[in-house]
């Protein structure tokens, strides 16, 4: 018994020792460096500088441009092939058959090998190749593993070069085409869309759809008629992202362009879409609980003095998600709404359209209607508060990095500016632009872009639940134009 105390008194002896308490100062050091309140914490100043385009930016040819983004992270090849080039219908006729050729092409086969084969080929590889036509651009897109690059090529020139546009293919689009037609107004934003565009614009071939009897009647002589016309390198900007070496790729890239089937024609004619100067409440009805309802009115084309002044102003005003005033007014204080923001547009081809869209209980569309009017009326009064210009300025500028967080968002970004016809410079001059910003011009910019009175008012619901007054009520079956 006297040995087993004993050894128990040796073991006690031995145990670690009680750590110590800190010093008073330091235990007083670390509360005091610790904020009372989340609003007090203090961050480093935020400082970026956005890669530079130039330093990227290679020519193929006087026509062709290559931004090149190497990442070498993973064994991927990312291609994305933007062509200046526009697939305007000359009259109706040809709408169907414009909308049909544009999916059928990376569909479709090519002279040489079957839609199916051409699937089985890029399947095998895990690859992908897709292409589309536009109003304002061409598109071809690659995706492949770094190692079968030289391989996708050869198929990539024989979809959009030596298309087959099979005719059993071309039957299975007309099929799912038809099917997109008669439920384009399932969703209320769709009808919404249609509605806005049909009041906002007049008519013009940009905006013309094909029906269902217009894509029955198409024949695969007719995409043979109109093939050679797109995809064509009158110019062409080529955004490249991923594991590849640069002089390689801007050689595969010379190389392919060089037998890259040559323009027959000119572009065809553009002409921008002319806004209704007509204002007014308009409802197209739809049996739902929710009106879906979207306020629009011109703002500018790009680029114009006004665009960052008026951005800033969106933001403030309903674009900041749960800071803006009419989330503040609309949803918090009176739960009129779940969603609801403002927007000012950007758009170099058109003018663009400023506004506010939400979603509200048709009971209380027209309070909803006259609290954003107030909201509105107040900022072009008042202007904002120095807090929240600093705030939109501040977000506006610390969301620029998203533009660059990857090779593929990076070679994009400086393939789309470059398309839109911007400087080498834009990244870097945008932030001292948003910071000069003044509060005036908030308030100036909020009065001529976000006027109520100068708003068309477009709605889907039930028009008698909403005790809105002079209402123009647009069948659905006069949408399109």
């Known amino acids: 018994?006297?040995?087993?105390?004993?050894?128990?008194?040796?073991?006690?002896?031995?145990?670690?020792?009680?750590?110590?308490?800190?010093?008073?100062?330091?235990?007083?050091?670390?509360?005091?460096?610790?904020?009372?309140?989340?609003?007090?914490?203090?961050?480093?100043?935020?400082?970026?500088?956005?890669?530079?385009?130039?330093?990227?930016?290679?020519?193929?040819?006087?026509?062709?441009?290559?931004?090149?983004?190497?990442?070498?992270?993973?064994?991927?090849?990312?291609?994305?092939?933007?062509?200046?080039?526009?697939?305007?219908?000359?009259?109706?006729?040809?709408?169907?058959?414009?909308?049909?050729?544009?999916?059928?092409?990376?569909?479709?086969?090519?002279?040489?090998?079957?839609?199916?084969?051409?699937?089985?080929?890029?399947?095998?590889l895990s690859a992908k190749i897709g292409g589309s036509l536009g109003g304002t651009q061409s598109v071809i897109h690659l995706n492949c593993i770094s190692r079968d690059f030289d391989k996708i090529l050869p198929l990539l020139f024989a979809i959009f070069n030596q298309p087959r546009l099979d005719s059993a293919r071309l039957e299975l689009q007309k099929s799912a085409a038809i099917q997109s037609y008669l439920?384009?107004?399932?969703?209320?934003?769709?009808?919404?869309?249609?509605?806005?565009?049909r009041v906002a614009y007049k008519d013009n071939p940009r905006l013309w759809r094909a029906d269902s009897a217009a894509i029955a009647k198409v024949k695969r002589k007719d995409l043979l008629a109109l093939k050679d016309e797109f995809f064509a390198p009158q110019r062409v900007i080529i955004a490249a992202a991923g594991d590849f070496n640069t002089d390689s790729l801007k050689t595969t890239l010379t190389k392919l362009f060089a037998n890259w089937k040559k323009p027959k024609k000119g572009l065809r004619h553009f002409s921008e879409v002319e806004y209704n100067k007509h204002t007014g409440i308009f409802v197209s009805e739809k049996d739902i609980s929710q009106a879906n309802i979207t306020m629009v009115m011109p703002f500018v084309k790009r680029p114009h003095p006004d665009y960052?002044?008026?951005?800033?102003?969106s933001y403030i005003l309903g674009g900041s998600s749960f800071s803006s005033r009419l989330t503040n007014t609309v949803r918090t204080q009176n739960g009129l709404a779940y969603s609801i923001y403002s927007f000012a547009k950007s758009d170099y081809e058109d003018v663009a359209l400023s506004g506010v869209s939400l979603q509200t209980k048709m009971e209380s569309a027209k309070t909803a209607l006259q609290l954003i009017r107030e909201e509105v009326l107040k900022l072009s009064k008042e202007g904002p508060t120095d807090e929240e210009l600093n705030f939109a300025k501040k977000s506006l500028i610390e969301s620029m990095p998203a533009m660059f967080e990857n090779a593929e968002t990076t070679a994009n970004t400086f393939a789309v500016s470059e398309f839109n016809g911007r400087s080498l410079e834009?990244?870097?001059?945008?932030?001292?632009k948003v910071k000069a910003v003044t509060k005036e011009q908030v308030r100036a910019m909020t009065a001529k872009y976000f006027n109520p009175d100068s708003f068309k008012v477009s709605i889907v619901g039930a028009a008698n639940k909403m005790g809105l007054d002079s209402v123009t009520t647009i069948p659905i079956s006069a949408l399109e134009f």
């Open 183 to 197: 439920h384009r107004y399932d969703s209320p934003s769709s009808q919404l869309g249609a509605l806005s565009a």
């Open 1 to 124: 018994m006297r040995k087993i105390l004993l050894l128990f008194i040796l073991l006690a002896g031995c145990a670690a020792p009680k750590k110590e308490p800190e010093p008073k100062s330091l235990q007083q050091s670390t509360v005091a460096s610790i904020p009372e309140n989340y609003k007090d914490i203090v961050f480093p100043e935020f400082h970026y500088v956005a890669p530079y385009p130039g330093d990227y930016r290679i020519n193929i040819t006087d026509s062709i441009t290559l931004y090149a983004v190497r990442d070498t992270s993973l064994p991927l090849i990312d291609l994305t092939f933007y062509f200046k080039e526009n697939a305007i219908p000359k009259n109706r006729e040809e709408v169907a058959a414009l909308q049909l050729l544009s999916s059928l092409y990376s569909k479709g086969g090519t002279e040489t090998l079957s839609p199916a084969q051409v699937d089985d080929s890029l399947e095998f």
């Open 426 to 432: 834009h990244y870097r001059e945008y932030p001292e």
């Open 308 to 313: 960052y002044q008026t951005a800033i102003a």
